[in-house]
């Protein structure tokens, strides 16, 4: 087998802050945290990223909207720098429209792209990181548990459906469990935006259901203990 001529690029998405390979190399940009709160007061989110690597990467960060959001409201800056070995940088999210007095949910996106190294034929990965990033009003206090703000209704014998009727985005486990039956289901994505509404399709019948346990997250992604709350009929 001839060896190969040119450096191979691999890009790979990571949901979560970091990613480990021990086979190949790759650019080893370490997030602070795991979320991007952008705050109306404030105006901006930051979010600073080390370079873990021995070689430069070059960092670039942009905001991905959800499906239906066609709203461009932040300005990323830098959205394209070099970082140096073992060098930090601060990315900024700056508001450039008025916040809504709700919570907004989008996608912070990080890509480090390694330098080439034309050296040594070797397999180099670009991580392409990908966290959440929620807007926050200023007049909205910090909620704890938005998860109580959950409203859970029996739709039909096999399904029910969930609406968030507060002002905060609720991330959580797509599993729930009718109870006391234990008839679980799945609510098809792990978030919920304020006034949106999802159908859970169970894998049982709702007959006998009274109780929805859920698994919440808080802010920063991490599950918390297990939360009940009532089923209403139709």
């Known amino acids: 087998m001839s060896k190969l001529n040119k450096l191979a690029c691999l890009s790979l998405v990571c949901c979560s802050p970091f990613l480990a390979s021990q086979a190949v190399h790759a650019s080893g940009m370490k997030l602070e945290t795991s979320v991007v709160i952008v705050n109306t007061a404030d105006g901006e989110g930051v979010m600073t990223l080390k370079n873990t690597d021995s070689k430069p990467v070059l960092l670039y960060s942009s905001v991905e909207n959800l499906p239906g959001d066609k709203e461009e409201s932040l300005i990323v800056t830098p959205p394209v720098v070099r970082v140096n070995p073992g060098d930090s940088q601060t990315v900024r999210f700056m508001l450039k429209t008025p916040g809504k007095n709700v919570e907004q949910f989008k996608r912070a996106i990080f890509e480090g792209i390694p330098a080439t190294d034309k050296s ?22 910090d909620n704890p548990e938005p998860w109580k703000d959950l409203k859970w209704q029996q739709v039909n014998a096999s399904s029910i459906k969930v609406t968030n009727t507060g002002s905060y985005v609720i991330r959580m486990s797509p599993e729930i469990t009718l109870l006391p039956k234990n008839i679980k289901g799945s609510m098809g994505g792990n978030y919920i935006l304020p006034g949106q509404s999802r159908d859970v399709t169970l894998r049982g019948t709702v007959s006998g259901a ?3 346990q859920i698994t ?17 009929s139709h």
Do not use: C, W
């Open 216 to 232: 919440p997250a808080n802010k920063y992604g991490y599950f918390v203990k297990p939360y009940e709350t009532e089923l209403s």
């Open 120 to 141: 040594a034929d070797k397999l180099q990965i670009t991580i392409r990181q990908n966290v959440p990033l929620i807007i926050h009003p200023s007049a909205l206090k």
């Open 210 to 212: 009274q109780m929805v």
